[in-house]
């Protein structure tokens, strides 16, 4: 996964220095973060990204807004996603996997967890 190029979406600054550490962890170097999905729209631009991670609910723009944004556009509909939220129910699994996502944690979570989670979405796609 070393070669991989991941932005991640979280507007804790807590929250995103763990997914940081957690990425850097697992051999992810090349990381873009961004506090909402309005910031991750402007910092994707046209880049190409592996993989979006993404928070559920956040200011501005949430996480359920941006994947429907993103997979709305061509260049991104393939691109996987994962979810990391705090909203752990059933429904809510669902609802996530209905509007596109690939992948699904509930925080907290380990680096461990990260790493599977993502090695199964990479190998799935």
């Keep these: 996964m070393e070669d991989k190029k991941v932005i991640f979406v979280e507007d804790s600054p ?6 940081m550490n957690s990425l850097n962890k697992i051999g992810i170097s090349q990381i873009i973060e961004a506090e909402n999905g ?3 729209l402007e910092k994707i ?7 979006v991670i993404t928070d559920w609910n956040m ?3 949430n996480g359920e807004e941006l ?3 993103l997979r709305s556009n061509s260049k991104y509909k393939e691109t996987p996603i994962l979810m990391i939220t705090t909203r752990g129910m059933q ?3 669902m609802s996530a996997i209905k509007m596109g996502v690939n992948g699904y944690i509930v925080k907290p ?3 461990e967890v990260l790493k599977k989670k993502m090695g199964e979405i990479f190998s799935a796609s």
């Design 59 to 61: 200011p501005e723009m």
């Design 67 to 69: 994947v429907k944004e």
């Design 91 to 93: 429904d809510d699994v």
């Design 109 to 111: 979570f380990t680096p």
């Design 45 to 51: 631009g046209d880049q190409d990204f592996d993989m």
């Design 14 to 19: 807590t929250m995103r220095r763990i997914i």
């Design 38 to 40: 309005v910031d991750a």
